[in-house]
């Protein structure tokens, strides 16, 4: 579901000392943290180390971590959006691509397949317009409203970088791409069909002849579960809230599903694991395809020992 990271002891040890871009810019640890997932916990697909804004301050933006993203100077007028740049992420972020490149070549011969993924136009504008994480982004909601255009314009021109980095993210190696939208879920499901939907759709286009599976996941998105399977992403991937077997039911025809464990039952006994996966396994078992898989990121407390029980739970499904 996410980056390798916060919950192995493993990727801790070689974070230590580095400043987290710095770190998303060390091909050499990218790489090493990337495959940990694969090595220690046996996870059956590989992510890239990387973050959703790696790409944006090349955009013009000055960005900080503290931990999350915080925005030297929030977005909040049109001259700011057309003062914004779109480079080529080939020239402006070639670490990246390196890094994929790398993975790929380290993962020859293991039939492991390389996910590449992206930030997407309204979780990125939630930010630069709020300025950093907020509980309810109020100052993007505000913009919807009295900032229209400058809004409109601003994930117009994200939605342009999105796709010409998940472009040269498959032309570097990435095998599928997943389009992560963590704040989609904060607007309604008529907002969503304004606001979010057409950049939804555009993104999926624009990649409808790379050859790869591209994957969409809308985070608390469990009321726009119908809108997110008419975006023509092939897969959809599920939040812990919505509930699979109906999704499958209803939208298994037209697109798979991946989900959608909640990252909270992987403290549980591994009996109790493996029941739940059962219980996915059979709730998917009517979409034309499933992946297994959480309906979150792992939290930084997370026992590995039940990461352990979730993957070897999954795969003891196809012995």
């Known amino acids: ?42 996870t059956e697909a590989v992510i890239f180390f990387s973050d ?51 993975l790929r070549s380290e993962l020859e011969g293991r039939s492991v397949p390389l996910l590449g993924f992206a930030g997407a136009p309204f979780t990125l504008a939630a930010y630069l317009v709020e300025g950093a994480g907020s509980r309810n982004f109020s100052a993007l909601k505000t913009a919807m409203h009295r900032e ?63 050859g790869v599976p591209t994957i969409l996941y809308v985070g608390n998105g469990a009321h726009v579960v119908d809108c997110m399977a008419d975006t023509g992403f092939d897969v959809i991937s599920l939040d812990w ?15 798979s599903l991946q989900g959608n464990l909640d990252p909270g039952t992987l403290a549980a006994s591994p009996e109790t694991i493996r029941a739940r996966v059962g219980e996915l396994r059979e709730a998917g078992r009517s979409a034309r395809g499933h992946i297994l898989n959480l309906g979150h990121g792992c ?10 029980a979730f993957t070897d739970a999954v795969r003891s499904l196809q012995e």
């Not at 929030?74 to 390196?98: K, M, W, Y």
């Not at 010409?164 to 190696?173: D, V």
């Not at 095998?175 to 008529?190: I, K, P």
């Not at 939290?299 to 352990?308: A, C, F, K, Y």
Request: charged share 25%; aromatic share 8%; proline share 7%.
């Open 52 to 102: 959703i804004f790696v790409p944006i301050p090349a955009m013009g933006v000055e960005v900080d971590f503290a931990p999350g993203p915080v925005i030297a100077a929030p977005i909040r007028s049109r001259g700011q959006v057309d003062a914004l740049t779109n480079p080529d992420p080939r020239e402006s972020v070639p670490f990246v691509f390196e890094i994929l490149r790398r």
């Open 148 to 210: 229209e255009a400058m809004l409109r314009a601003l994930l117009d021109h994200l939605a342009e970088g999105v796709i010409a980095y998940a472009r040269a993210q498959i032309e570097a190696g990435a095998q599928a791409f997943q389009l992560f939208d963590t704040w989609a879920g904060l607007l309604s499901r008529e907002e969503y069909a304004i606001w979010i939907q057409p950049q939804h759709r555009r993104v999926a286009e624009a990649l409808a002849d790379s």
């Open 299 to 308: 939290l930084p407390e997370t026992p590995v020992e039940g990461v352990r």
């Open 241 to 255: 809230r919505v509930d699979l077997g109906r999704a499958a039911r209803k939208f298994g025809d037209r697109v």
């Open 1 to 42: 579901m996410r980056q390798a990271g916060r919950y192995l002891p493993e990727y801790r040890k070689v974070r230590e000392g580095i400043a987290f871009f710095d770190f998303c810019r060390d091909v050499e640890r990218a790489v090493e943290v990337s495959l940990q997932p694969l090595d220690l916990v046996g």
